[in-house]
């Protein structure tokens, strides 16, 4: 789908809102579940799910109430506030908000919302540097490739990121029985991808600045390039 340019606010024309309940709607499980009252216009001009749930012959479309069981409240609050402010890093109320990136960046998948897509992979890229945040970790990877398809730019940016971070005097230890490969292997999709990356191109290889790379991680038309 094209990336569409961030929606300009005007909430005095925004339209009606529509009612998202996010979380299980079993009984014994309301606790975890809540509601949000979002414009109309916000969601469709981002979201392909969103603008098909709303103008198709579905029930949504009438009664103006789109139920999502299966995703956490804090995840779609992060959204709605990336819709409100074109942001979301630094949104204090997360447990754990370096999980929060790879979460929002599968929702956004899922909602088929490309522009968060690529502001989540900017956000990863910025603060690598700072905080750590680019998955290396077994648990990390491990999300990352359950939960995207082969071809996921988020799955790129993350063997990119592993690649990097090696010294370049250890850059055999992948393909050795040493702790990166002993950790990589763990998930095999990721220790495949990892391997062609690194023999297929000089382009990915250690101590390399992602952020000037950041193009190869975003979602647009093929003719399209980000702006610097």
């Not at 103008?55 to 069981?69: A, C, D, F, M």
């Not at 997360?94 to 490309?114: M, S, T």
């Amino acid at each position: 789908m094209p990336n569409r340019p961030l929606f300009k606010q005007n909430f005095y024309d925004s339209g009606p809102f529509v009612t998202i309940n996010v979380g299980p709607s079993e009984e014994v499980e309301k606790e975890k579940r809540s509601s949000f009252f979002v414009y109309e216009k916000h969601l469709t001009h981002h979201s392909t799910f969103f603008r098909k749930a709303l103008s198709g012959p579905w029930t949504e479309s009438i009664s103006r109430v789109i139920e999502l069981p299966e995703d956490e409240p804090k995840v779609f609050q992060l959204f709605v506030q990336w819709l409100y402010t074109e942001d979301y890093a630094h949104y204090s109320d997360c447990a754990a908000p370096k999980e929060y990136h790879y979460k929002l960046y599968v929702f956004a998948d899922k909602l088929q919302v490309p522009a968060l897509k690529n502001c989540v992979i900017d956000n990863l890229i910025n603060d690598q540097f700072l905080q750590d945040l680019i998955p290396f970790h077994e648990p990390d990877i491990r999300f990352v490739y359950k939960h995207t398809t082969e071809g996921s730019k988020l799955r790129l940016l993350t063997c990119a990121g592993f690649l990097s971070d090696m010294g370049s005097e250890n850059e055999k230890e992948l393909f050795l029985d040493s702790p990166p490969r002993v950790r990589a292997r763990k998930v095999p999709d990721f220790y495949l991808q990892l391997f062609r990356m690194s023999l297929a191109s000089n382009m990915w290889k250690p101590g390399v600045d992602l952020r000037k790379m950041r193009c190869h991680f975003h979602e647009h038309e093929e003719e399209k390039r980000c702006r610097s």
